[in-house]
C-alpha cells in the first residue's frame, strides 16, 4: 500500500518531536509498505530542523521518504506561527505534482494539528483515486478557545471551524487519539461508522535502546535530594497552561513538613510564573532543572519514586485524553499521581497509580502521602502494571497495525465522499 501523510510539524528520531507520524510510518515501511510524509521546514517542536535550499527537499529517513515544504521560521503563538501555517498550506497545494510524481497514494492521511491541511489532502486523495483519512489529536477550535483563551468569534477561529465541519463530512475514516472525540464530531456532521479509536504510543523497543545519561546538573542535585532521604516525585515535559503544574506547585507548599521534593524536568510559558509562584518554599522542597532531551528522560525518572500528571478542569476533557508523557511514566515503571477530570483515565485503567480531583492540591498532597505510606515492593507493582499497560495496548508496532486495518476498510468500503474541494 502506498501511504502519504500530511503533518505539519512531523519529525524524527533525528530531529525530535513531533514522532507519532515517524514512529507508524516506520512500522508501516517493516511491513512492506511505501510510506511519503510531508511536512513543514521548521517546527517549534524540534531540536533539529531539515536544510532547505530551495522550496522543496526529499530525503530517506529510515525507509520513509520525507518531503520538506519551505516554511519561515516564527517564535511563540503570534502572527509568524500562523504565517509558517499558510506558507506549507500554500507550499503543499504548489507542490502536488512533485510529491506525487512517479507515484500514487492509496491512502491519504491529513493530521496537522489545524485541520487547514484537509482542503490540499481531499484534493490529493481526489486525483489519486486515494482514501482519505482525518487524524484528530486536538479538538481545533475547541482547544485553543478553552484552553489558550482565544474568541469563538476570532477570525481565525471561525475559519477552523468552517475547515473542522468540511472535514468530518468528506473524510472516509477519521482517526482520533481521544477514545470520546466520536460524540462531537458526529454533532458536526461526521457519519458515526467512519470513526476508530487509534491511541498514542511509545516505541517500547527505541525507548529502551535509546537511552542516555542525565546531564550533571541533573543528576548531581537528584543525588542530593536522595542523600536526604527525600521522596521524590517528577514531572518531565512541557510547562505550559494545560499541564496544570501550578496545582502541583500548592501540593509542594503542602507537603513541606514531610520529606518530599518535586523535581520538575522542561521548559515552557509558565516556566518563570511558577518559579515565583514557589518563591519562599524550602529549597528542597522543590526543584526546576532545564530541559534534556528524549533519550535521558527515562533516566530523569528512574532517580523518582513516583511522578505527577495534571490537567486543568475544563469541558473538552470530556472527551479523553491520551498524554504521551504518561506512556513515558508508565514504561519507566513508576506509580503515577493524576490529577484529572476526563473522560477516560488511562492510570485507573492500568490500575498503575492514584487518580485524584484536577487543581486540587489538597488531593494531590493526599496522594504523594498515600504513596509514601506503601511498602517499596507496592509501589514497584504499580509500576509494573504501566509497564504492562503500555507493552499491550500503547506500542506502536501493534497500533500501526491497528491503524492499518482503518485504511482497509477505508480503500475497500466504497463509501469513498464525493463532496467537492473548496
Known sequence: ??????????????????????????????????????????????????????????ERIEGIRYVWLKAPRY???????????????????????????????????AASTYLLDVYP?????????????????????????????????????????????????????????????????????????KFAFVPNGIDVEAWEARQEPLPGEHARTLRALRRQGRFILGYAGAHGVSNALGTLVEAARLLQPRPVSVALVGQGPEKPALMEQAR????????????????????FLAAADAA??????????????????LLDYMMAGKPVVHSVEAGNDPVAEAGCGLSCAAEDPQAVAGAVVTLMSMTPQDRAELGRRGQDYVRSRHDYALLARNY???MGEATTSGTRSTVACT
Not at 510531508?38 to 517546527?43: C, I, L, Q, R, T
Not at 506561527?81 to 505534482?97: D, E, I, Q
Not at 519562599?280 to 533516566?299: E, N, T
Not at 505527577?308 to 508523557?325: A, E, F, N, V
Open 404 to 406: 492499518l486495518d482503518v
Open 121 to 193: 489532502a481531499r484534493r490529493i486523495a481526489r486525483d489519486s483515486k486515494a482514501a482519505l483519512i482525518l487524524e484528530v489529536r486536538d479538538l481545533w477550535p475547541m482547544t485553543p478557545i478553552e484552553i489558550g483563551g482565544m474568541s469563538k468569534w476570532h477570525p481565525f477561529m471561525l475559519l477552523l471551524q468552517r475547515a473542522e465541519k468540511y472535514a468530518y463530512r468528506t473524510a472516509d475514516r477519521v482517526v482520533s487519539t481521544l477514545p470520546e472525540a466520536n460524540r462531537h464530531m458526529q454533532r458536526l456532521g461526521m457519519a458515526p461508522e
Open 1 to 58: 500500500m502506498n501511504i502519504l501523510v500530511i503533518n505539519h510539524y512531523a519529525g524524527s528520531h533525528t530531529h525530535g518531536m513531533d514522532l507519532r507520524p515517524f514512529c507508524l510510518s516506520r512500522h508501516w515501511c517493516n511491513l512492506g509498505h511505501d510510506v511519503t510524509v510531508v511536512a513543514a521546514s521548521y517546527s517549534h517542536l524540534r531540536v533539529r530542523q531539515p536544510c532547505l535550499e530551495t522550496g522543496t527537499s526529499e
Open 75 to 109: 517564535r511563540g503563538n503570534g502572527p509568524g506561527r500562523v504565517w509558517n501555517l499558510f506558507a506549507f498550506l500554500r507550499r503543499l497545494r504548489r507542490s502536488r505534482k512533485q510529491i506525487l510524481r512517479n507515484w500514487r497514494p492509496d491512502v491519504v492521511i
Open 280 to 299: 519562599g518554599l524550602d529549597p528542597s522542597s522543590i526543584v526546576f532543572l532545564p530541559a534534556v532531551g528524549r533519550a535521558a528522560v527515562p533516566a
Open 308 to 325: 505527577y500528571l495534571g490537567w486543568k478542569r475544563r469541558p473538552i476533557y470530556q472527551y479523553g485524553i491520551s498524554p504521551t508523557k
